[in-house]
Each structure stands twice: as C-alpha cells, then as structure tokens.
T-cell receptor, first 109, second 113 residues
C-alpha cells in the first residue's frame, strides 16, 4: 500500500504560490516527510524534508499538520522553471526512498 | 561540487549486446544507489552500496543485471545481454554522512532495439 497520496496534477499561475498537498494518514512517529521534484529529462532533485515542525529553505516551505497526517509543500513564487513532477515520500531512517507517481505541477504564464 | 556524474547520457544498442553504465558519486559520499525509471513502473531502486559494499540488491530484475563499486568514486551497472524491455532511464544517486538525503545524477537514457 502507498504511504502517501498526492493529486495527479495541478496548475499554478506564474508568480503565485504553488501549494502541493500530500496525505500520509498512516505515518509513524519516526517517519520523515521528504519532497523531491523531477524536471523533465532530469534526475530527481531534493527540495526539503521535515519530521514535525514546519521547515523552510531557499527553495520551499514544508507545512506539516499537527497530527502529521498531511503536509503541504509551498513554492512561494512559482516560475515556469518550477514545472515538474513533485514527489512526497514518507520514510524512516534507514528505509529506502519509494517514489510514487507524484503530482505533475504545471506553472502557466 | 560537480554533483553526481553519469555516463553515457544516452545509449542506443541492439538486443543481445552488453551495456555498461557508469557513475561517479559526489566526493565524500559513502552510499550509492542505482534506480531505473520507466513510464509503466515509475522510479525503482535496483541496488545500493554502503562504503563500496552492496547492501540491498533485491530490486535487480534478473541475473542479466550486475553492479559493482570497485572504489568510493566509481560504480558500474552492467546489463548482459540487453533486451528491449531494459529500455529506460537509469539514475545513480549518492548520499553522504549520517544524512538520508540522496542526490541524483542526470541519468542515462538507454534504448535497446
């Protein structure tokens, strides 16, 4: 069974915030939430990860609900170069990454 | 840092030929992963190494696939003999220290005719 559920696709207007949701209702206490993205014809790129607290870096923000059953990746000002497939992955330390189908984000001009 | 380097970037071969994919991990990283990506199956882990030792090869599809890591800065994934169903993009990733984050290379796009 998949550990995460993501929408198949989303659109976002250029310059606006892109909010990508991820459901992980069966997450365990020692499992982290990771986000990667894959731009067409490139390798997956690490974005951000977190355990409980919200996290922010130069690429994005990760908001994790208090019960940890869902999270949202926020790209604050989406550009055309952010068009990609975004993967939400739940894993504990030592486990392998398992990539699902992800969300195909299209940033529209 | 140059990141993970893979070669060749594209490979076209005929069924039955041997194919060798190469990967140079990020300097100082001690774990290396080989993945395969297809439209049908998505991104799948084939094998990974810690400190040059294969740890988990349960994702290797069959005996035609083999992987080696003779030193900390080089790994190969070999397919012999290749078949059309091996056509895919093969990614190498590396990881360093105690962190879990993996950094991926640009991939090798393999087409077996």
């Amino acid at each position: 069974d998949a550990k995460t559920t993501q929408p198949t696709s989303m659109d976002c207007a250029e310059g606006r915030a892109a909010n990508l949701p991820c459901n992980h209702s069966t997450i365990s206490g020692n499992e982290y939430v990771y986000w990667y993205r894959q731009i067409h014809s490139q390798g997956p790129q690490y974005i951000i990860h977190g355990l409980k607290n919200n996290e922010t870096n130069e690429m994005a923000s990760l908001i994790i609900t208090e019960d940890r059953k869902s999270s949202t990746l926020i790209l604050p000002h989406a550009t055309l170069r952010d068009t990609a497939v975004y993967y939400c992955i739940v894993k504990s330390y030592g486990q392998n990454f398992v990539f699902g189908p992800g969300t195909r984000l299209s940033v529209l001009p | 840092d140059a990141g993970v380097i893979q070669s060749p970037r594209h490979e076209v071969t005929e069924m039955g030929q041997e194919v060798t994919l190469r990967c140079k991990p990020i300097s100082g990283h001690n774990s290396l992963f080989w993945y395969r990506q297809t439209m049908m199956r998505g991104l799948e882990l084939l094998i990974y190494f810690n400190n040059n030792v294969p740890i988990d090869d349960s994702g290797m599809p069959e005996d035609r696939f083999s992987a080696k890591m003779p030193n900390a800065s080089f790994s190969t994934l070999k397919i012999q003999p290749s078949e059309p169903r091996d056509s895919a993009v093969y990614f190498c990733a590396s990881r360093g220290g105690s962190g879990e984050t993996q950094y991926f290379g640009p991939g090798t796009r393999l087409l077996v005719l």
